[in-house]
C-alpha cells in the first residue's frame, strides 16, 4: 500500500499546495476504503481542510443516479424505455414523439444542447424545467433520434422531469427516498438553493491571475438531472458497493446500462445508461468524468477486479480527472489488489 500511497501523493501534491482548493482521492477495493487520500482546501476564504467527508458538487457523475431512478421506475412497470418521452413530457411538442427515454439515456435523441439556448445575458440560474421551456420552444433537433450520438446535458435535465412526473415525486425527493436512504448515503443531497443545505460542502474555485477565487455556481449549476448532486467519498463508497449487487437493481438492468449502445448501422457509442464504457489494458473500465464550474471529478470502476478510483475536486482545472486516468493505468500495470481492513493514507 505505501507504494500506491507514494504514488497518489505524487500526482496530487499541487492540490495540497498553501491555501489552495484541494481533492480526495479515493480507492475502493471489495466493497472498502482501500486508500483514501485528502489534499488541500475545501473552503479556502475560511481555511476548511478537506476529509473523506466533504461532499463535492459531482457534476456529471450526476448522470448514473439520473439513470438509475429511470431504471427504478422502469422496473415497477411505471414507465417504459421505449415510450416517447412527450407522453410525459407533451410540451416539447413533435420531437417528444419522436424521442424515446432510451434515446434521452444514451445520448441518442439529437436534441439541442440548452446551454446554446442561452442568450449571453440570461444571469439567473435555470432549473430542470427551465431547460424543458428552452428545447420545446426550439424544436430543432440535431438528427434522427436514434441514428446517431450526441452527448446531451439536455437528456438528462428532461429524464429528471420524467422521473417526477413517473413518480409524482420531487426529484431530489425520490433521490433522497429510494437512493441515499436505503445506502445510507446521509450527507448526499441534489443541493436546491432555498430549500437543501449541504453539509460539509466543498466551494468550487478557479485560478485567475496566479490566485485562486471562488467559481462556485454558474447559471446552469441549479439543473439537478445532468450534474446536481453533492457527495463525498465516504458515501460514494455505499452506492459504489450497491453496484456490485442487487441490492437496488438487477444485475441484468446494471448490465444493460454498462454495455455500449449500438446504432442502426451498427457503429457502436461510448455510451451506456449514464456511463462510459471502455477498456483498458485489457479490463472493462465502467468510467464518467464530471466537470463544471469549480469541480473537476472522475470516476473509474473495474468490475473484474471490483476496484474502483474516485476523484473529487473542488477546482476547475482538469489535472485532477487526467492524473486519475494516470494512476488508473498505473493500478492496471500491476497485480489486482487485495481489500483493506478500512482507510489508509487520510491526512
Known sequence: ?????????????????????????????????????????????????????????????????TAACIRLLEQEGRLSLDEPVGQYLPELGAPGERITIRHLLTHTSGIVAYEDLLSPDHAEQLHDADVLHLVAASP?????????????????????????????????DFLEARIFQPLGMGNTVAYERGRSDVPHRAYGHRRREGRWEMAD????????????????????????????????????????????????????TEYGHGWRIDERRGERVIHHNGG??????????????????????????????????ELLDWLLSR???AAASGPRGHR
Open 140 to 172: 430543432e433537433i440535431h438528427f434522427e433520434p436514434g441514428t446517431d450520438y450526441r452527448y446531451s446535458n439536455t437528456g438528462y435535465a428532461l429524464l429528471a422531469l420524467i422521473v417526477e412526473r413517473a413518480s409524482g415525486e420531487r426529484f431530489a
Open 335 to 337: 497485480p489486482p489488489l
Open 217 to 268: 455556481q454558474s447559471r446552469t449549476s441549479a439543473v439537478l438531472g445532468d450534474g446536481g448532486i453533492y457527495c463525498s467519498a465516504v458515501d460514494y463508497l455505499r452506492w459504489d458497493e450497491a453496484l456490485y449487487t442487487d441490492r437496488l437493481l438487477p444485475s441484468s438492468v446494471l448490465e444493460e446500462m454498462w454495455t455500449n449502445n449500438r446504432l442502426p448501422d451498427g457503429t457502436v
Open 1 to 65: 500500500m505505501e507504494e500506491i500511497t507514494a504514488r497518489i501523493d505524487d500526482l496530487y501534491a499541487p492540490f495540497g499546495a498553501p491555501g489552495a482548493p484541494g481533492a480526495v482521492v479515493a480507492l475502493f477495493q471489495s466493497g472498502e476504503p482501500l486508500i483514501v487520500r485528502c489534499f488541500g482546501l475545501a473552503d479556502v476564504a475560511r481555511g476548511v481542510p478537506v476529509t473523506p467527508e466533504t461532499n463535492f458538487r459531482l457534476a456529471s457523475i450526476t448522470k448514473q443516479f
Open 292 to 325: 463544471t464550474i469549480g469541480f473537476a471529478n472522475a470516476v473509474r470502476r473495474v468490475p473484474g477486479r471490483h476496484m474502483t478510483l474516485l476523484v473529487l475536486s473542488n477546482r476547475s482545472e482538469t489535472s485532477a480527472r487526467e492524473s486519475a486516468d
